[in-house]
């Protein structure tokens, strides 16, 4: 059972969530300051391109498409807390690299590859596994609040990263930053550790010949592909994700050497915009009991993202706020839907293939981010950015339509009470 210290059905007195919670807390925020610092040390220190930009915005999510599924398979198969410590640790060692490499001078751009590369293998499985665990320390009921809070947490995290990775990188450099995110792995691993709560057992072992690896994985995927709202939600995660990772991999190439930003101010200006998502993390749950939780799923990412497209008007001076303001709403739109249709999945899988499916969901939501890094780049150097930033940000708005043609517009509220696939039914039978 979930680890309550009095009242039950209040996630505050939930240790277990909250250990979990402070530690992803800390970590979210060690990674904004590596995602701003480290296009920053290829830019400044290394001299990198446009395109080799976009090559490293695609080593950085490539695991995404490459071990995602079989990720999930073994996520299903192991100690899911064992397993992210043992991610929190190896993290720990592959970012510090960096800055000890750049310390002793030899830091090249074939490492940060390497170190992008890497380490985007070892988050895949924490972060399946981190997906997979959620619904061990909370009851269902509280899955919408807990992911509203980790959501929150992590839109806190994109403000204070870049805001302090900005205030590193002019103290320390941009590479000596990372150290920062080094050190956050080490505090998640320590969190996790004085976690108590045991994990429900698996499927028994000698019940039958034990599944392959490829039936696992074929499972996961069934049960995505089976279920309506999993299936229009993965389809609507994968086109977002392509679209934003553009403008994540432009944005401090647009703001550094089109508008002419100094790297303290870009990362300002990325906090700045990140506030959405902080917003949308608190309003997440009042949006879904005013309008109903699959409601507000489309209408955040059809009517609300819209202003997205002001991005790529951003001009020098006050101008540039222009890009803050349209990022801001955004991460405020994807994270009121994200909540929603997480928990959705945490809710709607039996517990010994949640990992094969957030898995499965996530090979094809965030397989798509290494295309797009590598469309961002290949895009910006035939076209400029300015250009390419315009394509990402309407391609990034009309993604919305896969949940506003969906089961989801006929329904008031997305179903989270009990485990296993269901169909879709229209608003008031439900």
Request: hydrophobic share 50%; glycine share 10%.
């Amino acid at each position: 059972m979930p680890d309550h210290a009095v009242h039950p059905d209040s996630i505050w007195r939930n240790r277990a969530f909250l250990l979990l919670w402070g530690g992803q807390t800390v970590s979210e925020t060690g990674t904004q300051i590596t995602v701003l610092a480290l296009p920053l040390v290829a830019v400044l220190l290394l001299d990198a391109s446009a395109f080799q930009v976009g090559l490293l915005a695609a080593a950085e999510t490539s695991a995404y498409l490459l071990v995602a599924l079989p990720a999930g398979a073994v996520v299903d198969r192991t100690v899911k807390r064992r397993l992210m410590i043992r991610c929190d640790i190896a993290l720990f060692l592959v970012i510090g690299s960096v800055p000890l490499a750049h310390a002793l001078g030899v830091l090249t751009l074939a490492q940060l590859y390497a170190v992008a590369l890497v380490s985007s293998v070892i988050s895949v499985f924490f972060a399946v596994a981190y997906q997979a665990y959620l619904p061990a320390v909370v009851e269902h009921h509280q899955l919408l609040d807990g992911n509203g809070k980790l959501a929150a947490s992590r839109s806190v995290a994109q403000v204070a990263g870049p805001s302090v990775g900005a205030l590193l990188v002019t103290v320390v450099g941009a590479a000596g930053a990372m150290v920062a995110d080094a050190v956050s792995f080490a505090f998640s691993a320590t969190t996790l550790t004085a976690i108590r709560t045991p994990e429900p057992a698996g499927p028994q072992a000698g019940a039958g010949p034990r599944p392959t690896l490829r039936s696992q994985i074929r499972e996961g995927l069934d049960l995505v592909v089976r279920d309506p709202i999993l299936r229009n939600s993965v389809a609507f995660n994968g086109t977002a994700n392509f679209f934003v990772i553009i403008v994540e991999t432009l944005g401090p190439v647009f703001l550094i050497r089109t508008l002419h930003l100094r790297p303290g101010l870009v990362g300002l200006l990325l906090a700045l915009g990140a506030v959405g998502g902080v917003a949308g993390g608190v309003a997440a749950p009042y949006l879904a009991r005013r309008f109903g939780s699959a409601r507000i799923s489309w209408i955040a990412m059809t009517a609300l993202s819209l202003p997205g497209l002001l991005i790529p008007l951003a001009g020098p001076g006050p101008g540039a706020l222009l890009f803050g303001f349209g990022w801001s709403a955004w991460t405020f739109s994807s994270t009121v839907a994200g909540i929603s249709l997480t928990s959705y999945r945490q809710a709607a899988c039996p517990p010994e293939m949640l990992g094969r499916v957030s898995a499965a969901a996530r090979w094809i939501t965030w397989g798509t981010l290494p295309l797009g890094g590598l469309a961002g780049g290949a895009l910006a150097t035939a076209l400029g950015v300015r250009t390419t930033l315009w394509i990402a940000v309407v391609g990034g708005c009309c993604a919305g339509l896969w949940l506003f043609f969906s089961p989801l517009r006929g329904l008031r509220d997305i179903p989270l009470e009990s485990a296993g696939p269901r169909p879709a039914t229209p608003a008031g039978t439900s």
